[in-house]
Antibody
């Protein structure tokens, strides 16, 4: 079945960087864009950006421009999201999601989430 | 930037009742670009509805979506115990590319 499996929880200090991985299986990896969404505890969902695994093209939400980098390794069907200059406000669960190739590009499925805690 | 507003913030219902959730956009949008997600505590969201009215794979037919322009609705015809969760609407747009509503909790 189609599945996205993310790397484990991370604890980072302010100013550090974090790199979260997202292993895709059960479908043709390069045929669907991967997006990243985050959710602070008790809060709503916030879209961060997208990446095309086929071309490596990316697009980032303005809020994260200059701090986020999305990459992939097609040989191991894995996408990555790196966020630098971490602040306490970046403490959240980070999800990778596959965007379907239909109108509206809905997200299905979602990875299980990776908790990133930023604390001194 | 288009803003999504969801109402009510919390909907208190009992199993067997009908749930009607609203998602309103700050300007007219294409219904093809409106999706709904369900998130249970401690779980990742899952896709329920896309294109405003199309059920995702495996979603029971008690879930239905409707609407156009600025007003969209998610209806759960008869609440099952496992349906109690937070529901988000989402818009595929321009800048930002994707926007989520603040969510409606059904408890």
């Amino acid at each position: 079945q189609v599945q996205l499996v993310q790397s484990g929880a991370e604890v980072k200090k302010p100013g550090a960087s974090v790199k979260v991985s997202c292993k895709a299986s059960g479908y043709t990896f390069i045929s669907y864009d991967i997006n990243w969404v985050r959710q602070a505890t008790g809060q709503g969902l916030e879209w961060m950006g997208w990446m095309s695994p086929h071309h490596g093209n990316t697009g980032y939400a303005e809020k994260f421009q200059g701090r986020v980098t999305m990459t992939r390794d097609t040989s191991i069907t894995t996408a990555y999201m790196e966020l630098s200059g971490l602040k306490s406000e970046d403490t959240a669960v980070y999800y990778c999601v596959r965007a379907l190739n239909v109108g509206g590009r809905p997200f299905d499925p979602w990875g299980q989430g990776t908790l990133v805690t930023v604390s001194s | 930037e288009i803003v999504l507003t969801q109402s009510p913030g919390t909907l208190s219902l009992s199993p067997g009742e009908r749930a009607t959730l609203s998602c309103r956009a700050s300007q007219s949008v294409s219904s093809a670009y409106l999706a709904w997600y369900q998130q249970k505590p401690g779980q990742a969201p899952r896709l329920l509805i896309y294109g405003a009215s199309n059920r995702a794979t495996g979603i029971p037919d008690r879930f239905s979506g409707s609407g156009s322009g600025t007003d969209f609705t998610l209806t759960i015809s008869r609440l099952e115990p496992e349906d109690f969760a937070v529901f988000y609407c989402q818009l595929y747009g321009d800048s930002p590319l994707f926007t989520f509503g603040p969510g409606t909790k059904v408890d």
